[in-house]
């Protein structure tokens, strides 16, 4: 993927910068909080290279990317300032006004999307020691297995500090502030305060609980400081609001929070967790089947982040997930069914779209390439995984089957589920989640596409690639009557970004214009073509362009033409739109699959389809 392409397509898709109030990412979409809807060129969007499917759900504008999306929002931090915003940078007049869910949905988004990773990678760390200490490979009274322990515990025993950082950027708060109190909530001898007896701070009795990997406590302690910062920063004079104001939230809200906020959070926390536990004991089979059946539906509207606090919570009171267990069914059945997609499909491009997404779903729990490139247009495959998730949830569930760490559902994270519950059950809920969404994609099948152009059927028929950068748009959107009415031809114009033109297939120069605004090329088939680089340009006499070839020479696919100066031809007053025509409409009489959206050179622009086959068909 070209992320700098991507970035740049797809920044200019949702109405450009001016019209983006935030811009935060997860592990696999960027999410856009938009001011007006309307000026979204949805069809461009999809069409952006390296797009995967875009969904609105949440109050935001999903644009699906997969595992590169970190890469393709770098870029956009490069060509705009919307990586600098906070992601509830959202009023009345910034787009229309989310509900309670969806700001909720958003908030715990853009706090926990940064840490995903890290979680992710220092409990799969955990769950290989777990089973490394269960099979009897690593013997936990070792200093190997303190150290390596150490390295996978850390980073979830401090987590109040890593949210003190993300929720301070949501809340656009003091983000250094926020990591004194966090740290104040992790400091030696106030954890060791958990669990003793008559403490109290200036007489008031303090029931201490323990805030290691605790979520909530700083989440609502960083928001309050966000408003405390803004109060004090009016009040206090200039020279010492500084110094003064971090002094006072510190030593008011810390207490605050041993007081009240702490025993509160811990409450509902445990309540939590109680509940879920509850769910998971008393009936473990429907809370196992309602996880692994509709987990991947919560991917889709964006909701499946509203779980990642519930898991932590369980993993601060009990030590266990049971939530994480049959999630890992939902996504292995996804994965399964786009497998059986690939085996039965005969469409090679479904093919090639369903290999890589069978391989991000198994190994890495990325799912989003399979469900919305493959099972979700089929429907019949996202069907045929919902129940797989269905069923090998229920029964891993129904083994008593929970996670001993936060990872990711994926092959890689099964070590996570080793240690609680039926390995037995969970082996047969895995394998039943696997064979009946890929046995029933093989076997009952789905609707396979039909590629949108036949092969050719006299060898006559040719693909022109796209000899420009840029933005493919209609002929008829051409400001120019004689190219937008088609009286010299058939094809599709193009906005270049870059000044360079290039062969569109193997061709004969049958002209070229000594004032390089055009280039007239022939195929060895016959078809004829014009490739005009913008509008009345003839009448800069050759200025601004360099001409790379001559009337006679045989060029390539993908040679250089002709080179030009995209910004002095605007300046100087001319439309650089440039169409790309067929010119004997007699032997090609019509196109098909025409690009539309970005393009760069050497993609596939349209298909001149030849008058022997239009005959046959």
């Given at each position: 993927?070209?992320?700098?392409?991507?970035?740049?397509?797809?920044?200019?898709?949702?109405?450009?910068?001016?019209?983006?109030?935030?811009?935060?990412?997860?592990?696999?979409?960027?999410?856009?909080?938009?001011?007006?809807?309307?000026?979204?060129?949805?069809?461009?969007?999809?069409?952006?290279?390296?797009?995967?499917?875009?969904?609105?759900?949440?109050?935001?504008?999903?644009?699906?990317?997969?595992?590169?999306?970190?890469?393709?929002?770098?870029?956009?931090?490069?060509?705009?300032?919307?990586?600098?915003?906070?992601?509830?940078?959202?009023?009345?007049?910034?787009?229309?006004?989310?509900?309670?869910?969806?700001?909720?949905?958003?908030?715990?988004?853009?706090?926990?999307?940064?840490?995903?990773?890290?979680?992710?990678?220092?409990?799969?760390?955990?769950?290989?020691?777990?089973?490394?200490?269960?099979?009897?490979?690593?013997?936990?009274?070792?200093?190997?297995?303190?150290?390596?322990?150490?390295?996978?515990?850390?980073?979830?025993?401090?987590?109040?500090?890593?949210?003190?950082?993300?929720?301070?950027?949501?809340?656009?708060?003091?983000?250094?502030?926020?990591?004194?109190?966090?740290?104040?909530?992790?400091?030696?001898?106030?954890?060791?305060?958990?669990?003793?007896?008559?403490?109290?701070?200036?007489?008031?009795?303090?029931?201490?609980?323990?805030?290691?990997?605790?979520?909530?406590?700083?989440?609502?302690?960083?928001?309050?400081?966000?408003?405390?910062?803004?109060?004090?920063?009016?009040?206090?004079?200039?020279?010492?609001?500084?110094?003064?104001?971090?002094?006072?939230?510190?030593?008011?809200?810390?207490?605050?929070?041993?007081?009240?906020?702490?025993?509160?959070?811990?409450?509902?926390?445990?309540?939590?967790?109680?509940?879920?536990?509850?769910?998971?004991?008393?009936?473990?089979?429907?809370?196992g089947a309602i996880m692994g059946g509709l987990w991947q539906v919560f991917v889709i509207f964006g909701l499946h982040w509203g779980f990642v606090p519930l898991m932590t919570a369980e993993l601060q009171s009990t030590g266990l997930t049971y939530l994480l267990a049959p999630l890992f069914a939902a996504v292995l059945a996804q994965a399964a069914a786009v497998t059986g997609v690939w085996v039965r499909t005969k469409d090679a491009n479904l093919r090639s779209l369903a290999a890589p997404a069978a391989l991000s779903g198994f190994l890495a729990g990325v799912t989003e390439p399979a469900i919305y490139g493959v099972n979700l247009p089929l429907k019949r495959p996202f069907l045929y995984g919902i129940i797989g998730g269905v069923i090998g949830g229920g029964m891993i569930s129904a083994g008593g089957v929970a996670g001993n760490a936060f990872v990711l559902p994926s092959a890689l994270g099964l070590p996570a589920l080793f240690s609680e519950g039926s390995v037995v059950m969970l082996v047969l809920g895995l394998a039943v989640a696997v064979l009946v969404p890929f046995l029933l994609t093989v076997i009952v099948g789905f609707t396979d596409p039909v590629a949108e152009t036949a092969a050719p059927v006299d060898g006559t028929?040719?693909?022109?690639?796209?000899?420009?950068?840029?933005?493919?748009?209609?002929?008829?959107?051409?400001?120019?009557?004689?190219?937008?009415?088609?009286?010299?031809?058939?094809?599709?114009?193009?906005?270049?970004?870059?000044?360079?033109?290039?062969?569109?297939?193997?061709?004969?120069?049958?002209?070229?214009?000594?004032?390089?605004?055009?280039?007239?090329?022939?195929?060895?088939?016959?078809?004829?073509?014009?490739?005009?680089?913008?509008?009345?340009?003839?009448?800069?006499?050759?200025?601004?362009?360099?001409?790379?070839?001559?009337?006679?020479?045989?060029?390539?696919?993908?040679?250089?033409?002709?080179?030009?100066?995209?910004?002095?031809?605007?300046?100087?007053?001319?439309?650089?739109?440039?169409?790309?025509?067929?010119?004997?409409?007699?032997?090609?009489?019509?196109?098909?699959?025409?690009?539309?959206?970005?393009?760069?050179?050497?993609?596939?622009?349209?298909?001149?389809?030849?008058?022997?086959?239009?005959?046959?068909?």
């Amino acid at each position: 993927m070209d992320y700098s392409k991507t970035a740049a397509a797809v920044l200019k898709g949702v109405g450009g910068e001016q019209n983006v109030s935030s811009l935060v990412h997860c592990a696999t979409r960027l999410r856009f909080v938009i001011k007006d809807d309307s000026k979204i060129d949805k069809a461009a969007v999809k069409a952006s290279p390296g797009v995967i499917a875009t969904a609105e759900a949440g109050g935001q504008y999903q644009v699906v990317i997969g595992n590169e999306v970190p890469e393709v929002f770098a870029e956009i931090a490069k060509i705009s300032k919307l990586a600098g915003l906070s992601a509830n940078e959202t009023s009345a007049s910034h787009g229309p006004k989310r509900n309670l869910l969806n700001r909720f949905i958003a908030m715990i988004s853009a706090i926990f999307t940064p840490l995903v990773w890290a979680l992710a990678g220092t409990g799969l760390l955990k769950a290989f020691l777990a089973a490394a200490v269960t099979f009897g490979w690593l013997d936990n009274t070792t200093t190997t297995y303190v150290i390596l322990n150490a390295l996978s515990d850390a980073f979830i025993n401090f987590l109040p500090l890593a949210l003190a950082i993300t929720a301070a950027k949501y809340f656009k708060a003091e983000q250094f502030t926020s990591l004194a109190i966090a740290g104040a909530f992790v400091y030696p001898s106030i954890v060791a305060l958990n669990g003793v007896p008559d403490i109290t701070f200036f007489g008031i009795p303090v029931t201490m609980v323990s805030y290691v990997s605790s979520v909530i406590p700083i989440i609502v302690i960083v928001w309050l400081q966000s408003h405390a910062e803004r109060f004090l920063y009016t009040k206090l004079p200039a020279a010492i609001r500084r110094f003064v104001t971090p002094m006072l939230l510190v030593a008011i809200l810390v207490p605050l929070t041993f007081l009240a906020i702490g025993p509160l959070s811990n409450l509902i926390s445990g309540g939590l967790a109680g509940g879920i536990g509850w769910i998971f004991t008393v009936l473990p089979w429907l809370g196992g089947a309602i996880m692994g059946g509709l987990w991947q539906v919560f991917v889709i509207f964006g909701l499946h982040w509203g779980f990642v606090p519930l898991m932590t919570a369980e993993l601060q009171s009990t030590g266990l997930t049971y939530l994480l267990a049959p999630l890992f069914a939902a996504v292995l059945a996804q994965a399964a069914a786009v497998t059986g997609v690939w085996v039965r499909t005969k469409d090679a491009n479904l093919r090639s779209l369903a290999a890589p997404a069978a391989l991000s779903g198994f190994l890495a729990g990325v799912t989003e390439p399979a469900i919305y490139g493959v099972n979700l247009p089929l429907k019949r495959p996202f069907l045929y995984g919902i129940i797989g998730g269905v069923i090998g949830g229920g029964m891993i569930s129904a083994g008593g089957v929970a996670g001993n760490a936060f990872v990711l559902p994926s092959a890689l994270g099964l070590p996570a589920l080793f240690s609680e519950g039926s390995v037995v059950m969970l082996v047969l809920g895995l394998a039943v989640a696997v064979l009946v969404p890929f046995l029933l994609t093989v076997i009952v099948g789905f609707t396979d596409p039909v590629a949108e152009t036949a092969a050719p059927v006299d060898g006559t028929d040719l693909v022109v690639l796209s000899p420009l950068d840029g933005t493919a748009v209609p002929l008829t959107e051409v400001p120019d009557a004689v190219f937008a009415g088609g009286a010299l031809g058939k094809g599709v114009a193009i906005i270049p970004r870059v000044g360079a033109l290039y062969a569109p297939f193997d061709a004969l120069v049958v002209a070229a214009f000594p004032t390089g605004h055009a280039i007239g090329l022939q195929h060895a088939d016959g078809a004829e073509a014009l490739i005009h680089i913008g509008l009345d340009t003839v009448k800069l006499g050759g200025k601004h362009f360099s001409l790379k070839v001559e009337k006679g020479q045989q060029v390539r696919a993908g040679d250089l033409l002709v080179e030009f100066d995209i910004a002095a031809i605007t300046a100087a007053g001319y439309d650089v739109t440039t169409p790309v025509i067929i010119t004997n409409p007699k032997k090609y009489p019509t196109i098909g699959s025409p690009a539309s959206g970005p393009v760069a050179h050497g993609d596939a622009l349209f298909l001149a389809i030849a008058e022997a086959e239009l005959a046959i068909a």
